[in-house]
């Protein structure tokens, strides 16, 4: 239980702690966030029944329903008093600054929410004036175009509920706010210079933007792009949520993944694109999306925490950590330190895809007819880890000396996965001159803790991926062995059975007995040999 508490610590800790040197980025470029946040949160266990009570439990993040709300239900609804101030509900939240007091005393940072959900889609008018319309009192006519609309939007909240979420976010003394879309606080370019203003220097605010993949860098709150042109230097906020709401159910995240995919080449340090909530060890038992919090088997679980690792996306769980089923189910998942070193690393590029198979699966949701996506069967994404800066004049590449590569199978039977090294897009080992191809690459197996071997052809075969499951691997420049001598390697074949340790590691005992056997009997033919002279 230490360790799985020292673990937890750790993952709240590094949304602060730069745990790699990172690239010249656009960002905030306040020194935050350069890896990938890591913590806990609170919706997918305890939804809008929240209370302080319940955090301290846990310690670590605050969500929806902590706020006063007056006429609710009504355009009129609000959460802040008349000077813009956050009105707290002290029945289930006594008191804030204990609350933060006592993360920190445990060594960890605590974060807030604004521009609720729950009970109030807040507009904060200008005082004495009428509120503007909401997108719920939208005209039945063709001429209505939401996007204009919701880009119009962002700049009708009074900035006296900016200022004043902010102050209390220093009051209060917390470490970081998500910021949704659903009130109409939506400028953040005003919320990250209010809250740079404000915090203070040795305490800094992470700011999330949850605007549901509609806010990115480069498009800030609602923009149309027209002729697809973006500056993906804007980005006022930390990291940035790429979709709607996350469901604990395999259909769910693998839709989110793959939508997220678009986003290629705009998350970076200090400006991450986020894939929401995991649901690991969630669901199952009646979580805030009701039907269609299923819930995850073991392998559909792997996938998902090794997805949004590859994607090097922010990793909150979102678990009861004190049910102890629970933990012994998942903590071999969440505790593999070698894919939390890959969701934190940074060589030039956050992770994408670089294979998906022409057939694909439609999923479907209990209650949620319109909602059908069509996911592939097959699908291979990779993340460098490491890069060697080569001086090739033509291209001025990068060449990936350490590679992550996860192969998912979202069929329904098990599936065999024949992997081309040249296909991973700069990968060091590997490379082709005319007719002529060298391939010197040595493969781990990130799940099993074990180092598989070092192969000389360009195809992997990786057998019997269960369904939903994936193979995780890290691919890497062998060291040279005899100089350019590669005949003591694993090149038994022309396949290397990477799934099937056992079976690799048969090979190699059966050769190492047959050369046994071999010099045996050499040597019991000399003797014979030596008698008869």
Known sequence: MALRSLLLAELALSCFVALLFCDEVSSLQDGQALSPPMGWRSWNLYGTNVTQELLVRIMQGLDDNWQIIEQPGTKQCTYHDSAGYPMINLERFPSMKSLTRYAHKLGLTVG????NCYGCHERCPLPNQPSPPH????????????????AERQGTAHERCYQGDVQALVDYDFDGVKLDACGWQMDLDLWSSLISQHQQQDRPILIEACHWGKTIPGRPNYVVVRNNTIDASWCPFHYWRTSGDIWASYGSILAILQWSMRFKG????????????LEVGCGGNGGPNGLQDVGLTKPEAQTHFAAWAIMSSPLFLSHDV???????????????????????????????????????LQFTFEGIPNFRPWIHKGLFLYKPLERLQVNDISSNRDSYTRVAVLLINSDTVPANFTLNLFDIPELHCVSRKGNSTTVRCAIRDVWKHVSIGIVRDEFVNISNVESHDCAFLIIETAPSRNGDNWTNV????????????????????????????????????????????
């Not at 807030?112 to 521009?115: D, V």
């Not at 071999?332 to 670089?354: D, K, L, M």
Request: glycine share 6%; aromatic share 12%; net charge positive.
């Open 322 to 360: 004190t049910n102890e089923d629970i933990m012994d189910e998942v903590w071999p998942i969440i505790s593999n330190q070698e894919i939390i070193a890959i969701n934190q690393a940074w060589a030039g590029f956050s992770g994408g895809p670089f294979w998906k198979s022409s057939e694909t």
């Open 135 to 150: 997108y719920l009192d939208r005209p039945n006519n063709k001429t209505w175009n939401r996007k204009i609309y919701l």
């Open 112 to 115: 807030w929410y604004f521009n």
């Open 266 to 277: 705009l998350s970076r340090p200090g400006c991450w694109a986020h894939l929401d909530m």
């Open 490 to 533: 694993l090149a038994i074949s022309t396949y290397l059975e990477v799934t099937s340790v056992s079976k690799v590691l048969s090979v190699a005992v059966m050769v190492f007995l047959g050369i046994i056997l071999l010099g045996q009997r050499v040597g019991l033919a000399k003797r014979r040999k030596r008698r008869k002279e």
